[in-house]
């Protein structure tokens, strides 16, 4: 079966960079019609999608995380990444990867599989 998991440092100190990995088993992440995606939580707060790189590399980021954020993929390790630069404790959320199948496709689109998360506390 698919499986994902986060990984990462869970502290991160304002103004510096918050990087996480996700690595990718039971499926390649360059498989057709699969996208792979970013998404968080804050406390209290809802699902927030921060964006995503498709099966052929391209990536789109979330309008309000755009300036910030980049998404890579190392496909030799199946692995893709997130970088969030100037992180305030406004970033303090819990970080997920998830595979989304169907992209591409008209009205096919489904969260197929998502990380456990992992918990990123932004404080110095």
């Known amino acids: 079966q698919v499986q994902l998991q986060e990984s990462g440092p869970g502290l991160v100190k304002p103004s510096q960079t918050l990087s996480l990995t996700c690595t990718v088993s039971?499926?390649?992440?360059?498989?057709?019609?699969?996208?792979w995606t970013w998404i968080r939580q804050p406390p209290g707060k809802g699902l927030e999608w921060m964006g995503l790189i498709g099966d052929d590399g391209r990536t789109w980021y979330s309008p309000s995380l755009k300036d910030r954020t980049s998404i890579s993929r190392v496909t030799s390790k199946n692995q893709f990444s997130l970088q969030l630069t100037s992180v305030t404790p406004e970033d303090t959320a819990v970080y997920y990867c998830t595979r989304v199948t169907g992209w591409g496709t008209p009205d096919s689109q489904d969260f197929a599989s998502w990380g456990q998360g992992t918990q990123v506390t932004v404080s110095s």
């Open positions: 039971g499926v390649s992440i360059t498989t057709g019609y699969t996208a």
